[in-house]
């Protein structure tokens, strides 16, 4: 994954680990239980935007890394 997005495979385990924290998880089993409980909005009822602007600041300060 991490060659894929040019970034380092810490900055994977750290974006890994964020996003564990903030679903209340521990584990990939646990992980694969919360999201198989949640029921997904169809495609066309997603706000992009919302997703989009919560993402932004956490990918910014390794990609202006990578860019240098």
Same mark, same amino acid.
């Given at each position: 994954?991490?060659?894929?997005?040019?970034?380092?495979?810490? $900055?994977? %385990? $750290? =974006?890994?680990?964020?996003? =564990? %924290?903030?679903?209340?998880?521990?584990?990939?089993?646990?992980?694969?239980?919360r999201l198989s409980s949640v029921t997904a909005a169809p495609c066309s009822e997603v706000d992009h935007a919302s997703i989009i602007s919560e993402l932004a600041p956490s990918l910014e300060k390794p990609l202006s890394r990578e860019m240098r």
């Open positions: 994954m991490a060659a894929d997005l040019h970034i380092a495979p810490s $900055t994977v %385990r $750290t =974006y890994l680990a964020t996003t =564990y %924290r903030k679903l209340e998880v521990s584990s990939k089993v646990e992980l694969a239980n």
